[in-house]
């Protein structure tokens, strides 16, 4: 009696122990090792560009963009005398922020009125080059998208004429194609991934047609400086040519 219950105590000790795997392990081939790794960098590469897209770029140096007067002069009469009385003139960094400031200001509550959550547009000038930057606030965080825009002006028998070109350069130097287009947040971004934001573009440039019209089309000298932008009517009208606007 004692022995049949030995044995089923045996049987059932057995029973309880976890049963091991009959067939072999094998190991990973170097090939899956490989695409494992693969796929791990790339989730961290994707969680790393959201994380950078999401951070806004440092705005700090973009003078006018702490400064908050009412009293800058008006962009549209500005250009529009400078353009009557024949005499050029320059509009540093600061003029040109606040000015957006009070026109976009004034002009929300029309076309820009479905795109509330815009808190400010703000250029940055450097030689040759303007970083159009638009500042958001989504669920209460700032972002920022910015576009880089390039003019270049040349003179022949028909007068003077101006190129625009949507871009910031090269991404490198050993490369040609694609352009640097501008930033989402810190990231910078190839020409062509403009496209998901260039409706804002167009809406703030339908706002501002009159001030465009005056400033880059009807002037014949349009030159971008370091911190300041330069605006000369002195060449006859009819010799310009400011082309036609990219948005």
Request: contains cysteine.
């Amino acid at each position: 009696m004692i022995e049949e219950e030995k044995e089923q105590d045996q049987e059932e000790e057995i029973k309880s122990k976890p049963q091991s795997d009959p067939r072999p392990k094998i190991p990973l081939s170097l090939n899956e090792k490989l695409i494992r790794l693969t796929i791990l960098v790339g989730c961290f590469a994707i969680v790393l560009v959201i994380y950078t897209i999401l951070q806004p770029q440092n705005l700090s140096d973009i003078d006018g963009y702490k400064s908050s007067t009412s009293s800058s002069r008006n962009l549209h009469e500005v250009l529009s005398k400078a353009l009557e009385g024949n005499y050029s003139v320059t509009l540093t960094e600061a003029e040109i922020n606040q000015m957006l400031q009070n026109e976009l200001v004034v002009k929300q509550g029309g076309m820009l009125a479905s795109d509330a959550s815009i808190k400010r547009v703000l250029v940055r000038l450097k030689k040759d080059l303007a970083e159009v930057i638009i500042l958001r606030e989504v669920f209460g965080h700032e972002i920022t998208v910015s576009m880089y825009i390039q003019l270049k002006q040349s003179k022949d028998e028909k007068g003077i004429a101006t190129d625009i070109y949507l871009h910031g350069g090269d991404i490198n130097d050993s490369s040609v194609m694609p352009k640097i287009g501008g930033r989402f947040g810190k990231l910078s971004i190839p020409q062509g991934f403009l496209r998901a934001v260039f409706s804002d573009y167009t809406k703030i440039a339908d706002t501002l047609a009159p001030e465009i019209d005056l400033g880059l089309k009807r002037m014949s000298k349009f030159e971008i400086q370091n911190k300041r932008v330069i605006l000369d009517p002195s060449s006859s009208n009819e010799d310009a040519d400011g082309g036609d606007s990219p948005f």
